[in-house]
């Protein structure tokens, strides 16, 4: 079967701009996507979408293929699938209609090829059709409160407000960083949160997305913690 990877790195960020192509710790910080991509083995091609010159020139200089994205595609509202969908009616994506996607988020540079190829290897077509990367939570999730017009709060889910953790059971999230899924049952769903969908643990450490400079600064200290400082 054959598997291809596709990293979206739009030009814009409004939170944090550039945030693509920003310095962490000493590569641009989709060059850590693109090599983990790589040194999985996994794929067939690396590609890189993005409506952005230096996103596509860092893709090129570090061996992915680069993919000029439309600019309706760019927008804040414009979704990854959208984009992968398109990529998949391109000349370029026709040859995987009966293959393998993986979609690595370029802001996630503290996830190793090893996560890459433990989401890509859960994919077993027809058994299971789609794969994502998931953490625990920060906080109980089913404590969520709702801010009402009034600035008053109240429970999200309040049957579930007053249990203890134990009482709820483990509750995952996907950590925004690493999805696969078998092309067919990606065509047919439009997302990847499909039927018989599995899951890859990773650590709150390696699971950091980074959206805002405060993800960053907490992104580099356990970069460099880790040794993962190039320059």
């Known amino acids: 079967m054959e598997r291809f990877c596709i990293i979206p790195a739009r030009g814009g960020s409004k939170r944090l701009p550039f945030k693509n192509i920003l310095d962490f710790c000493g590569k641009p910080m989709i060059s850590y ?15 890189v979408s993005s409506d952005d010159a230096v996103c596509l020139e860092i893709a090129e200089r570090f061996s992915a293929t680069p993919v000029k994205r439309d600019s309706r595609l760019a927008t804040d509202s414009a979704r990854v699938s959208d984009v992968i969908l398109d990529f998949l009616d391109s000349s370029r994506g026709r040859k995987y209609q009966h293959g393998l996607v993986c979609c690595l988020f370029p802001a996630a540079p503290l996830r190793g090829f090893s996560d890459v190829k433990a989401v890509v290897e859960k994919v077993v077509p027809g058994v299971c059709d789609f794969a994502i990367a998931v953490t625990e939570y920060a906080l109980p999730p089913h404590q969520a409160l709702v801010l009402n017009d009034d600035y008053s709060l109240a429970p999200k889910w309040p049957d579930l407000v007053n249990l203890r953790d134990e009482e709820v059971g483990q509750l ?60």
């Open 33 to 47: 996507s693109i090599e983990a991509a790589l040194m999985s083995r996994c794929f067939d091609e690396v590609f």
């Open 172 to 231: 995952l999230v996907d950590n925004g960083s690493t999805y696969a899924a078998y092309v067919p049952s990606f065509k047919e769903q439009g997302h990847f949160y499909g039927n018989g969908l599995k899951g890859h643990f990773m650590s709150r450490e390696t699971s950091v997305d980074i959206n805002t400079a405060l993800d960053l600064q907490i992104a580099m200290t356990i970069a460099r913690a880790q040794n993962l400082d190039s320059g």
